[in-house]
Each structure stands twice: as structure tokens, then as C-alpha cells.
């Protein structure tokens, strides 16, 4: 029996990946080189030096320091909060409100499992920050996604086995985290790339529970 849920954020709950892109895309700007929205689904579901890594990689840009490389994620992440911090509730994805009040109706545990080391401050944004019992994000685990660390942590805040909860992620790596975790899962967006979840969806507007639920458990 399924007793919790665990989600990413980006591209699960709200979109903030168009504003990781506009930082991204403009510190590589300032470096000299152009990053396109295909290079940046590179960067989906992992960390922000990771990320950056991958940039400095399209850019062809070598021989930066650990200090200087600091130097870039830190300027990086200053725009994108000067975004973030403009959210509204407006810009939580179709039907994710009404689903995650669901689960709360029917006693599910709800966690974050995320990257993302601004997620407090985005669901404080979008007005659902008290929907969640548990809180994981890039600022308490040292491993990034596939690791299943984030999950695994989740898990152990709402005292529940892996057995008994499921990711909502949109992105493989996240899908491979849930997995390693021995987790089941529900990919968010498309089957192609979210081949190995358990269920995947488009999105949730529309979604019940209940059926959900009964997917996953035929799915086994």
C-alpha cells in the first residue's frame, strides 16, 4: 500500500525550468558562447555545479578553478532568484493544487525531493509550502540524482519504507533515483523519456488518486 508521495519540483509541480534556463542561458552569454534550450534538457534533475559543468562543456570553456567556477554558480543563482522570487501562485502547473489537497484528504504523506536549493523559497512563492510534511533539497543531501539519496531521506522524514511510497519526477535521472531507491514512480511529461516509471502521465489535470493508485498496482 502506497503511504507517501514524494515530488520533484521543476517541471513537476511548477515550472521554474524556463528560469534555471534564462540564468544559464545568460551567464553563458557573459562567457561568450550561446546555450540553446536543447543543451540545457542536459541539465534537467541535476545538481547546479553539475549543471555547470555540462555548460562550461558546450562552451568549451576549460581551466576554470574551483573558485571561479563557485564565483559562476553563485552569479547564476542570484539572477535566477531575482526571478524566482517574483513567482505567484499562478504558476503551479494544472491540477497539481487539487491533487496534492487529495492526497492530504486521504491521510497520504507528501514530501520534496529536489535539487533545487531554493525550493523553500519557490513553495513559500506559489502558497504551498504547507501541503508538505517533509522538505528534502539540494541543501541536505551531498549526492545528486540518479543517487536516490533525496528520496531515501524523504522517506526516513515521514517514517515510511521505500516500499511504501512513489516519485512524481520528469526527468530519467530522477526516475533511476526512485528505482535505486526501491521506490515506485509516475513519470511526468513523456513516455519516451520517462520509459522506466513505474506509470507516466502528462500532467495532472484531471488525475484522481484512487485510479493512480490502481495503475501503479497493476503495473507490477
Known amino acids: ?43 534537467k534533475g541535476i545538481s547546479r555545479m553539475a549543471s555547470l559543468d555540462i555548460l562550461l562543456e558546450v562552451g568549451n570553456v576549460a581551466d576554470k578553478s574551483a573558485k571561479e567556477k563557485l564565483e559562476m554558480a553563485d552569479k547564476k543563482n542570484g539572477w535566477y532568484l531575482d526571478y524566482i522570487t517574483k513567482m505567484t501562485p499562478e504558476e503551479i502547473l494544472p491540477g497539481v493544487q487539487d491533487f496534492l489537497h487529495d492526497l492530504k484528504s486521504r491521510g497520504v504523506k507528501i514530501a520534496l525531493g529536489s535539487a533545487s536549493k531554493n525550493a523553500g523559497i519557490i513553495l513559500d512563492r506559489v502558497g ?28 526516513r522524514g515521514l517514517d515510511i519504507p521505500p516500499s511504501g511510497c512513489v516519485v512524481f519526477e520528469d526527468a530519467a535521472a530522477g526516475i533511476e533515483a526512485a528505482i535505486r531507491a526501491g521506490m515506485r514512480s509516475v513519470g511526468v511529461g513523456s513516455p519516451d523519456i520517462l520509459q522506466r516509471a513505474t506509470v507516466v502521465i502528462p500532467g495532472f489535470d484531471g488525475v484522481q488518486w484512487p485510479d493512480l493508485e490502481l495503475k501503479m498496482s497493476l503495473s507490477l
Not at 146 to 155: C, I, K, S, T, Y
Open 128 to 155: 504551498i509550502a504547507p501541503l508538505f510534511d517533509v522538505v528534502v533539497d539540494g541543501n541536505k543531501v551531498a549526492n545528486a540524482k540518479p543517487d536516490p539519496e533525496v528520496f531515501l531521506l524523504g522517506a
Open 1 to 43: 500500500m502506497i503511504k507517501a508521495c514524494l515530488f520533484d519540483l521543476d517541471g513537476v509541480l511548477v515550472d521554474t525550468a524556463k528560469y534555471h534556463y534564462l540564468a544559464w542561458k545568460r551567464l553563458a552569454e557573459e562567457l561568450g558562447f550561446y546555450f540553446s534550450v536543447h543543451d540545457n534538457e542536459r541539465l
